[in-house]
């Protein structure tokens, strides 16, 4: 799995940000984007998670294009319903996946401001003059990634090895592969940004 610096990822987003959008920001800091968005959302998640109705974080392109969502649905114990069930978090490219009747989110509202703020800030020291440009830097952000698996899809790199996905270490992980000549993307949160939403129901708020 390629690591996400190193690829081409952060210099076509930097780029593409530029001509499309018209901010100008550095490749390298491309990372910290990326991991405030994961973190933002996986800390809202994890204060608005719901056992009546899933939530979920839904990201589209400006043509209202799906690109990714991120939920967390809960699943109570069938086995003995008087112990805690499992909160299932999961990230995935098809809009499909979504669970029935979610409550859907986005990265605009106004609401969920304050997780992202927060991470870029303590994480980074940075901040985002407006949410819209941070949801805008985001959006584009995972364009870009998706376009990078598909392009990626079925080939190897410079040393003849197989490209299976990228990863930013700690944060998440993009996979994609070819299946039946379909390409097939997936997406897991890495390290400790998966314990942020705990599977043990008796710990939930």
């Known amino acids: 799995m390629k690591d996400f610096m190193s690829t081409t990822i952060p210099q076509v987003y930097s780029n593409g940000l530029y001509r499309e959008i018209g901010f ?30 899933p939530v979920a974080f839904v990201i589209k392109d400006t043509n209202d294009e799906f690109l990714i969502t991120a939920f967390v649905e809960y699943f109570a114990n069938e086995d003995d319903p008087t112990k805690p069930g499992n909160w299932n978090y999961s990230w995935s490219f098809d809009e499909s996946d979504i669970p029935e009747n979610a409550k859907i989110c986005s990265l605009y509202d106004g609401q969920y401001s304050a997780f992202f703020m927060n ?87």
């Open 24 to 53: 100008d920001f550095p490749a390298e800091h491309t990372d910290k984007v990326l991991t405030t968005v994961v973190y933002g959302i996986t800390n809202a998640l994890a204060n608005i998670k719901n056992k009546e109705t």
């Open 119 to 205: 991470v870029s800030a303590s994480k980074f020291n940075m901040g985002f003059q407006k949410l819209e440009y941070f949801g805008d830097m985001s959006r584009y952000l995972f364009k870009v990634i998706k376009k990078w698996l598909q392009d990626n899809a079925g080939k190897a790199d410079e040393n003849g090895t197989a490209i299976d996905g990228v990863e930013l270490p700690g944060v998440i992980q993009f996979r994609v592969a070819v299946e039946n000549d379909d390409i097939v993307m997936s997406a897991e949160p890495d390290g400790e940004v998966k314990q942020l939403i705990k599977d043990d129901a008796a710990i939930e708020k």
